[in-house]
């Protein structure tokens, strides 16, 4: 099977394309996208659980923490994504491998979280959105 939309598909979807460039959606999005490819969990086994809980009067939930772990994961060790994409790629049964992902990685890595956010929602595996500043409404008078 392939990818459902292309490498450079970024106008594909608006949505996903004006939350990759916003001012933090190069640090969130990949965070976000990880978090569905691991299916709600932070990766490596990481315990999201136990900050959701430090911080669950402040309504952090378990999704947020492994957000959060996710994120400063990619933030010190940036070539993680190429395994993250890899595991989404098995899950879907989307044929490439490794070089192929660590290509797409190093040449766009914005490209690649945004063509694997874009699998995510039209396979119905991932919540990756817009946050609700981002969203945008057209109202015609």
Known sequence: MSWSTGLLGIFD??????????GYG????PAHVSVDIHEGQAAFGLPSGAIANMFKSCGVTERDAACL??????DIV????????????ERFAIDGNLVGD????????QCTVMQDAR???????GRVTAPATLKWSVKWS
């Open 13 to 22: 979807d608006f949505e996903i394309y004006m939350y990759a460039f916003s």
């Open 26 to 29: 190069s640090y969130l999005l």
């Open 69 to 74: 772990l996710n994120g400063c994961v990619y």
């Open 78 to 89: 940036p070539c993680v994504y190429i395994l993250w994409r890899g595991k989404l790629r």
């Open 102 to 109: 660590a290509v797409a990685c190093i040449c766009c890595t």
């Open 119 to 125: 699998e995510l929602k039209k396979r119905g595996g």
